[in-house]
């Protein structure tokens, strides 16, 4: 029986590489993740500049992953699991800039998957939360991470993430356990990270 997955996440889960603007269909984590498992289909909801609950209308697509995800829960129906990897973008100090305020929207994230309406007598699909790698410093000539964004902050995400992980009994991967930002720009992913977020998340849900 095929697995549905819904990962659910940022310019990380949509494949932005730093050197050349997206990477190819099979350097995705999403699409490592699904080459993995042949019961499993992975449906990659990715935007870049996607927020877990802040409005940012610096772009034609709306950004804010609180309303947007009760529509995909719906489109997507049924599914067996939800990842959701955020927060890189809470960190832009004109949305937020703490890594508290993304593990609140985090937190929304949680509760809208855990209280939606499926009907059909259908339970809430398995949720695995998953941090994002750290921010580094880029080694660009001003070494300053785009949008001003802090590594310090970024660095927190991982302990409040499992902090809530364990309140609601969701499972939880740290994704700077296996990967680190490029140091052309301090924040997205070469193919070789990318590729080991999608192998580590594809052991984890084999598991269960």
Known sequence: ???????FGDSLTWGVDPGTGRHPFADRWTSILESMDGDMRVIAEGLPGRTTCFDDHDGPADRNGASI??????????????????????????LCGKAE??????????????????????????????????FRKPATPDGVLSGGRSIAESRKLAGLYAAIAARWGCGFFEAATV???SLKDGIHLDAQNTRAVGAAISSLLGTH
Request: charged fraction near 15%.
């Open 101 to 134: 305020g993304a593990a609140k929207g985090i937190e929304r994230l949680v509760e809208i998957v855990v209280t939606f309406p499926y009907g059909h007598g259908r339970p809430p699909p398995n949720l695995l939360l998953v941090s994002p790698p750290h």
């Open 69 to 94: 995800l009760p529509v995909l829960l719906a489109s997507h129906s049924p599914l067996d699991t939800v990842i959701i990897m955020l927060g890189t973008n809470d960190l832009k100090p004109h």
């Open 1 to 7: 029986m095929v697995r549905e997955v819904l990962a």
């Open 179 to 181: 990967a680190e930002a």
